[in-house]
């Protein structure tokens, strides 16, 4: 097996005035094996988006490594970290994040214009991908005319479109309610069966965290817990 991420004894804090830090992250360090599921939970403020962010390469740390499918990141040029990232590592979050005067098809096909496929092409593989994620018929919707769950496929579509080797998720279920959100982790569980695809979440939910085989539990800026694998 290969790991998908690697960071080691990562620390980050963040400014608050002259003297005055918060240590969102106090040395920690993960390892997530290709093909793996994760949860990681843990109270409000106790670093797990700061890790995700830092692990997924949306921010960097102060000390410590960050590395994604063995390639080290916190030294890359923003240049070569956008790259990388946009090739390797597919997001979602929990308010969706989608442009509001864009189609479903669009908001997809856009990150895969991004990434560098030529329009036609990035919306063949928007509308496949949709298609796949149950969302045939809503590909010409905006996201106000679509519901929650439907946003939330949508955006699942987008992390995906550029095959990325792993799916980082910050509270993907947060805005939903328990139908739609166990919908939602369906799916995931099914992209992570079926492709083999490496996810990370973060959840408040012990019903979503119960979906993954893994579960890390953070408190204080520090992995409090590492369940390795859990029974489902
Ligand atoms: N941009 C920022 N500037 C200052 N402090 C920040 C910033 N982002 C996060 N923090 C602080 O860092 C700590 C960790 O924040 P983080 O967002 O990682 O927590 P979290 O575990 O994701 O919390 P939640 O469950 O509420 O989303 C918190 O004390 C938070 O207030
Ligand atoms: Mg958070």
Same mark, same amino acid.
């Given at each position: 097996?290969?790991?998908?991420?690697?960071?080691?004894?990562?620390?980050?804090?963040?400014?608050?005035?002259?003297?005055?830090?918060?240590?969102?992250?106090?040395?920690?360090?993960?390892?997530?094996?290709?093909?793996?599921?994760?949860?990681?939970?843990?109270?409000?403020?106790?670093?797990? %988006?700061?890790?995700?962010?830092?692990?997924?390469?949306?921010?960097?740390?102060?000390?410590?490594?960050?590395?994604?499918?063995?390639?080290?990141?916190?030294?890359?040029?923003?240049?070569?970290?956008?790259?990388?990232?946009?090739?390797?590592?597919?997001?979602?979050?929990?308010?969706?994040?989608? =442009?509001?005067?864009?189609?479903?098809?669009?908001?997809?096909?856009?990150?895969?214009?991004?990434?560098?496929?030529?329009?036609?092409?990035?919306?063949?593989?928007?509308?496949?991908?949709?298609?796949?994620?149950?969302?045939?018929?809503?590909?010409?919707?905006?996201?106000?005319?679509?519901?929650?769950?439907?946003?939330?496929?949508?955006?699942?579509?987008?992390? =995906?479109?550029?095959?990325?080797?792993?799916?980082?998720?910050?509270?993907?279920?947060?805005?939903?309610?328990?139908?739609? %959100?166990?919908?939602?982790?369906?799916?995931?569980?099914?992209?992570?069966?079926?492709?083999?695809?490496?996810?990370? =979440?973060?959840?408040?939910?012990?019903?979503?965290?119960?979906?993954?085989?893994?579960?890390?539990?953070?408190?204080?800026?520090?992995?409090?817990?590492?369940?390795?694998?859990?029974?489902?």
């Amino acid at each position: 097996m290969t790991t998908a991420l690697a960071i080691n004894g990562v620390t980050r804090r963040y400014r608050l005035g002259a003297d005055n830090y918060v240590h969102a992250l106090r040395g920690v360090s993960l390892e997530v094996e290709d093909g793996e599921m994760v949860a990681i939970m843990g109270p409000s403020g106790s670093g797990k %988006s700061t890790l995700m962010h830092i692990a997924g390469g949306l921010d960097v740390p102060d000390s410590g490594e960050a590395w994604i499918e063995g390639t080290r990141i916190d030294t890359l040029s923003d240049r070569k970290l956008t790259r990388l990232r946009s090739k390797r590592v597919g997001f979602v979050f929990q308010g969706f994040n989608l =442009l509001h005067t864009l189609t479903a098809k669009e908001n997809v096909a856009l990150a895969a214009e991004y990434a560098g496929l030529s329009k036609r092409d990035a919306a063949q593989r928007a509308q496949e991908l949709l298609g796949m994620l149950g969302l045939r018929e809503r590909i010409g919707h905006r996201p106000a005319e679509l519901s929650g769950g439907e946003q939330q496929r949508v955006a699942v579509a987008r992390a =995906l479109v550029n095959d990325p080797c792993m799916l980082m998720a910050d509270e993907p279920t947060g805005n939903l309610d328990s139908v739609t %959100s166990a919908e939602i982790m369906d799916l995931l569980a099914r992209v992570n069966v079926e492709q083999g695809m490496t996810i990370v =979440l973060v959840t408040h939910d012990h019903g979503v965290a119960n979906r993954c085989r893994r579960l890390v539990e953070m408190q204080d800026g520090l992995i409090a817990n590492d369940g390795g694998e859990q029974g489902l």
